[in-house]
């Protein structure tokens, strides 16, 4: 089992940037997809990006694309999200996940372990 533990949220104005950070222990993170989600309130969780293991693919929400972007350190066994630009439709609680396949899932079905979840919040 492997546990993640997302940090770098907060409060930060509009047109402001934050990395969040996915930290993982326990089973092996180096061969694992990883994959970033958000659930503003009263919404349904949603797809934010995905990268493989090697980090040579990697997925994007559409209307994400250009102001979001994923990466990956597996030596340190953390997973990152750099987020530029930041509105206020993207407040909300962001969770990393993994996925042990050799895919870069957009669906949450297909992740078998996530992390508690950070809030970001941005005002106008």
């Known amino acids: 089992q492997v546990q993640l533990v997302e940090s770098g949220g907060g409060l930060v104005q509009a047109g402001a940037s934050l990395r969040l950070s996915c930290a993982a222990s326990?089973?092996?993170?180096?061969?694992?997809?990883m994959g970033w989600f958000r659930q503003a309130p009263g919404k349904e969780r949603e797809f934010v990006a995905a990268i493989i293991w090697n980090g040579i693919i990697k997925r994007y929400a559409d209307s994400l694309k250009g102001r979001f972007t994923i990466s990956r350190d597996n030596a340190k066994s953390t997973a990152y999200l750099q987020m530029n630009g930041l509105k206020p439709e993207d407040t909300a609680v962001y969770y990393c996940?993994?996925?042990?396949?050799?895919?870069?899932?957009?669906?949450?079905?297909?992740?078998?372990?996530w992390g508690p979840g950070t809030q970001v919040t941005v005002s106008s």
């Open positions: 996940a993994v996925a042990y396949r050799e895919a870069v899932p957009i669906s949450r079905e297909d992740y078998d372990s």
């Open positions: 326990g089973r092996s993170f180096s061969r694992a997809t």
